[in-house]
Each structure stands twice: as structure tokens, then as C-alpha cells.
């Protein structure tokens, strides 16, 4: 099998050097030819001279661009009738990326969207501990992404705001575990930062969500937690409670007296505490591109995701619930 990925920054380099670990011939490309040029000779790839010629030379395509460039890619792709997998969203803006959704469906039984908590194995227990009824009846989820340092002032003034980046991975993983839609939202945030206020954003923001069952998710997300990198989620049911990321290596300091939990080193990096999740995924693409598996996360799961926080984002600005818009 014959793999390409196009753009070859942080995470386009990892997802390279994870697909050589797995075996596929590589063919990459990036609009920077030193980086090209240095992943290719690293992962032992051909070097593309761009997307439209790695097109022509591929079974199946990892998108890791520019967000802008993700929809021309990935239409480019279903049109070509390559597999392709695309890190999210779907596009910067949720009409395109209701364009993109309306012109790929009933085409895009090939195509996987990048949410990696979907592999995570905490996650993953947790879907399924859910799915299993072992809470009982779900009343209430905590959903939290806690960075440990601000982005660069430039990824802030074009990421789109806290929901559409940040947050937009804990809503995933709520209707992922979950297995439920968000139907209202009401979102807050407050700036600490005027980095974030000269950007029209906030570093710190919460949101609670309505889910279709009646249950409630609260999300939790700052840019600003030094201590470390902090993810978690909470689910209580009226027969039990569980939690993803309550572990020896959790960014935060307990103050009751002789306790020692947790007395790991705090994860400090996305790349840290999801490394594995981010490997599971392209495997997974691997086997999605070969025919063998259903798509882990389509275009329209994605879309549905993005939806949501598009209604945090309104609700942040507007003061007032908001309800999520139905598909189109």
C-alpha cells in the first residue's frame, strides 16, 4: 500500500513517521521543499511535486495542511477515489464545511476525520463501559482540556476561537462516549491574556451542553495551566462513576494531607499524553483505506461536532442559550 501526506508540519511529520513504522511505501509533500525535503529522506519517501501529483501515486492520502486548505483537498481526494484521512475540521468556516459534506456524501465511505481521543484507550473503555449500561441511567458528564501554555499570537488570531479549536475535541468526545447529540449550549469565557482579547477570543472558557437524553455535559478549557497538560472526562450514572485520565501522571497537586496521588511527572504536551491515540488513528486509516474497516469518524460526524461548537461560540458572544442547528 502507497500512503501520502501533504503538509509536513509538527503533526504531518509524526503521522509520517508512524505510517514508515507501519510498513507503507510514502509519498509526501509540503509547500516548504526543506521540510520536504527532510521528511522524505528521514521516512524514506519520494517527495511529491505537490498535492495533485501525490494524488495520482497514492491508495490513500493523510491530510495535514493549513486548515484552509482542507476542503480543496479533500474533495480533490474523494475525487480522485483515493482514501483519505484529514485532520479536523472539515473547514475553517461551518458553511464549508457544510459545502464540503453535501459534496461528498454517498462518496465518502473512505474518508476518516482526525479525532484522536477516539483511540484513546480511556476513551475507549469509557465508550464502551457506557454502551455496556454499566453507569446506569447517564445524568451527568466533565469534560476538560487544560493547556499549559498560550499558542503562538499568530495560531490565535486564525484558529477560529477556543470552541472551534479547543474545546471542539471534548464535545467529540462526549457525543462519542456518550453515543448521544447535543441539542442547547450555553457558553461563557473570560481573558486573562490580551493577546486573546486583541484576537476576539478567550483563554479561558466553559460550556454547559444539553444532550439530546436530558443529561449534562460540562467542558472546561483554559490556555493557561502551567502545571501541565491536562485532559480528563467524568461520566456519573445513577449506578456508577468513571473517569479517563485519572492517573498517576494528571497535572494537578492534591492538597489533603498524606496523600501522594498523583505522584507521576504531569503530562506537558498533546503529543505526550496522546501519542498512542495518534498511532492507533493512522493504523486504523491503514486498514480503512484497504477496505477493512467502516469509517472510525466520517465527514458528517465531524460536521455534527463542528456544529456544536459553532452554537458555543454564538452563545459566547450573544449571552444566551443557544440551540444546535439541525443537519442541513
Not at 509526501?28 to 520536504?36: F, M, P, Q
Not at 445513577?238 to 503530562?267: K, M, N, W
Amino acid at each position: 500500500m502507497r500512503i501520502g501526506v501533504i503538509g509536513l508540519g509538527r503533526i504531518g511529520a509524526f503521522h509520517a513517521r508512524t505510517l514508515a513504522g507501519l510498513g507503507v511505501d510514502l509519498v509526501v509533500t509540503d509547500t516548504v521543499d526543506e521540510l520536504a525535503d527532510a521528511v522524505a529522506a528521514e521516512v524514506g519517501a519520494r517527495r511529491a511535486d505537490g498535492p495533485a501529483d501525490l494524488l495520482h501515486d497514492v491508495d490513500g492520502v493523510v491530510i495535514a495542511a493549513a486548515t484552509p486548505a482542507h476542503p480543496e483537498l479533500l474533495l480533490a481526494a474523494v475525487d480522485a477515489g483515493v482514501a483519505a484521512f484529514c485532520e479536523k475540521p472539515v473547514a475553517a468556516a461551518i458553511a464549508d464545511a457544510e459545502d464540503v459534506l453535501g459534496k461528498v456524501t454517498g462518496r465518502d465511505e473512505r474518508v476518516q476525520i482526525g479525532f484522536p481521543r477516539r483511540f484513546d484507550a480511556g476513551y475507549v473503555a469509557a465508550r464502551a463501559a457506557v454502551a455496556a449500561g454499566e453507569l446506569g441511567t447517564l445524568h451527568t458528564v466533565r469534560a476538560t482540556t487544560l493547556d499549559p501554555a498560550p499558542p503562538p499570537p499568530a495560531y490565535v488570531a486564525a484558529s477560529g476561537g477556543i470552541f472551534r479549536d479547543c474545546s471542539v475535541h471534548d464535545i467529540d468526545a462526549v457525543r462519542w462516549v456518550t453515543g448521544r447529540e447535543v441539542v442547547e449550549v450555553y457558553a461563557t469565557g473570560s481573558v486573562h491574556d490580551p493577546v486573546f482579547a486583541e484576537a476576539g477570543d478567550v483563554d479561558t472558557a466553559a460550556a454547559t451542553l444539553t444532550l439530546d437524553d436530558g443529561t449534562l455535559a460540562l467542558i472546561s478549557n483554559t490556555r493557561l495551566n502551567p502545571r501541565g497538560y491536562d485532559v480528563r472526562l467524568e461520566l456519573h450514572g445513577t449506578a456508577d462513576s468513571i473517569a479517563v485520565g485519572l492517573e498517576d501522571r494528571l497535572p494537578l497537586r492534591s492538597v489533603e494531607p498524606g496523600t501522594t496521588f498523583p505522584a507521576g511527572t504531569p503530562h506537558a504536551f498533546f503529543m505526550d499524553r496522546f501519542a498512542d491515540a495518534f498511532r492507533a488513528e493512522l493504523a486504523a486509516f491503514v486498514e480503512l483505506a484497504a477496505g477493512r474497516i467502516a469509517s472510525p469518524c466520517t465527514v458528517a460526524d465531524a460536521v455534527a461536532t463542528s456544529r456544536v461548537a459553532e452554537a458555543c461560540t454564538a452563545s459566547l458572544r450573544e449571552h444566551r442559550p443557544v440551540r444546535v442547528a439541525a443537519p442541513a
